[in-house]
């Protein structure tokens, strides 16, 4: 990084801590990354559906992706019931009970 240093503010040793902005998108849909499964060839997460409490897998789209949460551009709409636990035992159609729901933050 090359900063600008007209009134010699910074001394040769001296060190900060940054943050730099990469990536932002508006009204991204996003959801956690461990929620995301597959790989290159096929990505998915399980919506579970709250009238008869089953589980569906759906193919979504990755746009950006953190260690944190991963931006969803298509397969997904805004308010449907991403499954973030027990993965590894879900299945299309299998019965589940919805234990904690969060709301979305804007």
Known sequence: VRLENPDAVLLPGMFSRIKILLYSKRN???VPTDA???GEEETFVFV???RDNTVS???IKIGYKRSDYS???AGL?????VCVSGLEKLSEGMQVKVVEQQQAET
């Open 28 to 30: 991204a849909l996003v």
């Open 48 to 50: 579970a559906n709250p």
């Open 36 to 38: 995301v499964q597959g």
């Open 77 to 81: 709409e805004e308010g449907e019931l």
């Open 71 to 73: 931006q969803v551009d």
């Open 57 to 59: 897998k759906r193919n």
